[in-house]
Every structure is written in structure tokens, then in C-alpha cells.
């Protein structure tokens, strides 16, 4: 029994090692990547969400040391793909990762929808808007504008989950890449770009950073006029608020580990990340949750589009 499951160890680790160092698969790969994972081997190796280029990560476990016990090891690997530009939407190429959904119990305003705090794995590459949809965009796909707030630069705002969905359904339509809206864990890993803080530059509120209640004017502003997050983001952080596709459940009770979660199956109200042009700074916090009946309008929300990566 002993002697099997050392050949079995055997066979796994000449399978790793001989994958790694296939001339193809070197090739490919940087070897800060290789240093990475030898270093956390321990634990759960992921790439570096940060990292641009050529990635791959392991999917599995390592539940101890590599000699100790181990269990599948699936090993796939992607291309990075370039930023891109369809139907006049810039769109950021965002990798696969892992972070920390949820904030702090002692985090400045924090509410208790945004715990427990929970290991979220984004398994699936994405693109997401480098900014809000404006007015000019919504209008060129759907035909109509029905932004309280006038100006083709604005976010569009108003609009009803159903309408943010049928924008979605459209782009798919006319560019025949799969579009929709990103889900709460999506929008939450994209936003922190890597950050375990309050806000995505730090724990203090940073007005360089996003139009709200103080510095707004009572209006929605140009995309693009605030600092960008570290994936090159704007927004993410007041101006508009945004429709995510998850139905709302109101903690994340339960929720150990998930992979590329899509929320309840069911619920009344659907999520908005983000906090706007009218809300206080607490309201603007990374991991700050928000809600909204899906058929109502309201001039502190528009959205942010994802479109799914093909390989
Ligand atoms: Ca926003
Ligand atoms: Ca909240």
C-alpha cells in the first residue's frame, strides 16, 4: 500500500517536473513565474493577478508538502490577451486570480452584509469597461438615453437591470463576443486590483480618486476624469454606480471558498457596487454592497460591461 502510493507521489512529480521543463511549455513561461510557484508550493499556488504576459496557474490542490500528499494536479495555461477596443468601449484585460471578498469587521463604516470575509478564486480571464458605459455609447446600441443627467461623456444613468442586460445582449449580437454584466465577485476583484484596503489606493478617503457627495456638484461627471485603479480602471469608485448580474443575499454566510461565484440563484433585489456622485466616502469603499429592485430607475446607477474571453 505504502509502496503505491510513493509511485503514485513518483508519477505525479515526474509529471509535474517533465511539463515544466518541456521545451514548449519553458518556452512560454517566465521564470519568475517558475520562483513563484516553488516558493508556495505550500499553499495554493495562483499567479500573480498583476501579471501581464504569458500565465498559467494550478488548479488543485497541494494540501501539504509536494512529497507529502498530493492530490490532482490540473495544469492549464492561457494567453494574455491585449486590451481591446469593440463598438468604441475600451475594455481591460483582467487574469485570473484569487483575493479576499469582504472587508474587515473594523473597517470605517463597514456593514455587516459585507462579511464574513471569504476566499474567492477567479478562475476565468475577463475584460471589463475601462469606464462606465457614457450616454453616447448607450444610445449608439440600444437608441435611446434615458439619463436624468444630459451629456454624450456621462455615464448613462437610469437605467433598469433588464435594460443593462439588454445592452449586453445587443453587443453580443453585433460583435459576436459574449457580453454581460460582471458578477459581485468579479466587480469586487477588479476594483481592488490586488488591494486588501479600504479603497483601492489605501484606507483614506483620496479625492483624486472619485466624484461623491462632497466634490460632485450633485451630478454625474465625464468617465475617465478621476485617477484610475493600479489595472487601469476609472471610476470603480463613485461617479455612477454599477449593476452587477448577482441577485443580493445579505452576508456572505457560509461561504468558504468560492470559484468564479455567480451569486443566489433567486432574490428580489440585484447588487450595485461602487457608491456614486451623491454618496458618502463609506459608500465608496471597495467591498461596500448596495442593492436595487431590478425594474426601478435611479439617477445613481448605470453599469460597467464585462465581455467573456474565447480561446
Ligand atoms: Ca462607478
Ligand atoms: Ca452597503
Not at 469582504?102 to 452584509?113: A, H, K, M, P, Y
Not at 490586488?194 to 472619485?210: A, H, I, L, R, V
Not at 470559484?259 to 440563484?265: E, L, R, V
Request: one cysteine or more.
Amino acid at each position: 500500500m505504502k509502496k503505491q502510493f510513493t509511485m503514485h507521489i513518483l508519477f505525479i512529480i515526474f509529471f509535474f517536473y517533465s511539463f515544466l521543463l518541456s521545451e514548449d511549455f519553458v518556452k512560454e513561461i517566465d521564470f519568475e513565474h517558475i520562483d513563484y510557484l516553488e516558493k508556495t508550493i505550500d499553499s495554493r499556488p495562483m499567479v500573480s493577478p498583476q501579471a501581464k504576459g504569458t500565465l498559467f496557474t494550478i488548479n488543485g490542490a497541494f494540501s501539504g508538502h509536494l512529497t507529502s500528499k498530493t492530490i490532482d494536479i490540473e495544469i492549464f495555461k492561457f494567453p494574455a490577451q491585449e486590451d481591446i477596443v469593440e463598438k468604441d468601449i475600451e475594455l481591460v484585460f483582467i487574469p485570473p486570480g484569487e483575493f479576499t471578498m469582504g472587508t474587515l469587521e473594523n473597517e470605517s463604516g463597514r456593514q455587516r452584509d459585507e462579511g464574513p470575509m471569504h476566499k474567492v478564486t477567479i478562475k476565468s480571464p475577463f475584460y471589463i469597461g475601462k469606464f462606465e458605459v457614457t450616454q453616447a455609447q448607450y444610445e449608439s446600441i440600444m437608441g435611446t438615453n434615458p439619463s436624468k443627467f444630459k451629456g454624450d461623456d456621462l455615464p448613462v444613468d437610469s437605467i433598469t437591470w433588464s435594460e443593462a442586460i439588454e445592452f449586453c445582449r445587443k453587443m453580443s449580437e453585433l460583435t459576436g463576443s459574449k457580453y454581460r454584466l460582471p458578477t459581485e465577485a468579479e466587480w469586487e476583484y477588479a476594483c481592488r486590483a490586488s488591494t486588501k484596503t479600504t479603497f483601492f489606493w489605501g484606507n483614506d478617503f483620496d479625492e483624486s480618486y472619485g466624484w461623491y457627495r462632497k466634490n460632485s456638484g450633485g451630478t454625474s461627471h465625464p468617465v475617465g476624469q478621476k485617477s484610475p485603479n493600479a489595472w487601469g480602471l476609472y471610476d470603480m469608485c463613485g461617479n455612477i454606480e454599477e449593476w452587477c448580474s448577482d441577485w443580493y443575499k445579505k452576508s456572505y454566510k457560509n461561504k468558504e471558498h468560492e470559484i468564479d461565484p455567480q451569486g443566489p440563484s433567486s432574490g428580489t433585489l440585484r447588487v450595485r457596487r461602487g457608491g456614486c456622485w451623491q454618496h458618502s466616502i463609506f459608500c465608496l469603499r471597495s467591498g461596500n454592497r448596495f442593492y436595487f429592485e431590478p425594474d426601478e430607475r435611479s439617477s445613481q446607477i448605470g453599469f460597467r460591461i464585462v465581455r467573456e474571453v474565447n480561446f
